[in-house]
C-alpha cells in the first residue's frame, strides 16, 4: 500500500519542530515538514502561496498548516490537487477574524506593532513580568525560525488583511475552545479540543497523534 503523503506547516514565524512529536502510524502515512522562506517585497499572498505550493510534490497529498499557517494552506489549496485539507488553530475566512484584528485592519494600527523586538527575544524574556509570560517568550524563543523584521510586518499584515469572505466548505478545522488569539466565539463549523489553546500543537500532541489519522482517513 502507498503511504498517504502529510504536509505540515507551521504557525507565524514558527520553526516545523513545533510537530517534533507528531506521531502518525509510519505504516500509513509519510510527513513532510514546510517551512517558512522570505517572501519578496510587497508580495501577494497568493503568489507566495503558489511559491509554497510548488514544495508540495505529491499528488492527492493531506495538507496540514496550524494558525497564519492555516491561513496559507488554504491559498495553496488552488494550485494543488489535494486528498485533505486541515487547519489548526486558524481561520476559514475574515469573517472569522476577532473584532481587534478587524479594527487593526480599518486602522492600519497593525503597522506600528514592534516587531524588531522578536528578533532579540532573549531580551524579551530577561525584562519579561512574571512566571507566564517568561515561559510563554522561551517557548518562542525554541520554536522561532523567522525572525527577520521585513518577513514579520509581511506575516501580520497578510493575517489582518485576509480578504477570503467565502469559506471553504471542504476545509476540516480543528480548534481549541480556549484559543486566546482566535477565540471560538467568532469560529463556526470546528472540531472542538476541550481546553486547548492557540499553541495546542505543542501541549496537546497526544490528542493529535490520536486522533489526526482518524480524521485523515474517514
Not at 505504516?27 to 508540495?56: C, G, N, Q, S
Not at 472569522?96 to 524574556?125: H, N
Request: hydrophobic residues 45%; glycine residues 4%; proline residues 4%.
Amino acid at each position: 500500500m502507498n503511504k498517504i503523503p502529510v504536509y505540515f506547516m507551521p504557525g507565524l514565524a514558527a520553526s516545523s519542530s513545533i510537530f517534533e512529536r507528531i506521531d502518525l502510524p509510519a505504516a500509513t502515512f509519510e510527513i513532510h515538514l514546510l517551512e517558512w522562506f522570505m517572501p519578496k517585497k510587497e508580495e501577494p499572498l497568493t503568489d507566495y502561496a503558489k511559491r509554497m505550493a510548488e514544495k508540495v510534490v505529491h499528488d492527492d497529498a493531506v495538507l496540514i498548516g496550524v494558525s497564519f499557517g492555516g491561513i496559507l494552506v488554504q491559498e495553496m489549496a488552488h494550485y494543488l490537487n489535494l486528498r485533505k485539507l486541515i487547519i489548526i488553530s486558524s481561520v476559514k475566512s475574515n469573517t472569522e477574524l476577532p473584532r481587534r484584528m478587524k479594527i487593526a485592519k480599518k486602522t492600519k494600527a497593525y503597522k506600528l506593532l514592534p516587531t524588531g523586538l522578536l528578533q532579540d527575544v532573549e531580551k524579551l524574556v530577561k525584562y519579561a513580568f512574571g512566571n507566564v509570560i517568561k515561559q510563554r517568550l522561551k517557548l518562542y524563543e525554541q520554536f522561532l525560525f523567522m525572525r527577520n523584521k521585513e518577513y514579520l510586518d509581511w506575516s501580520i499584515e497578510q493575517v489582518v488583511c485576509w480578504d477570503r469572505v467565502k469559506i471553504d466548505l471542504n476545509v476540516i478545522h480543528i480548534h481549541g475552545d480556549t484559543d486566546e488569539v482566535f477565540p471560538v466565539k467568532n469560529i463556526k463549523d470546528f472540531i472542538n479540543v476541550k481546553g486547548g489553546t492557540h499553541m495546542m500543537i505543542l501541549n496537546r500532541f497526544r490528542w493529535f497523534n490520536e486522533n489526526l489519522p482518524k480524521i485523515i482517513l474517514e
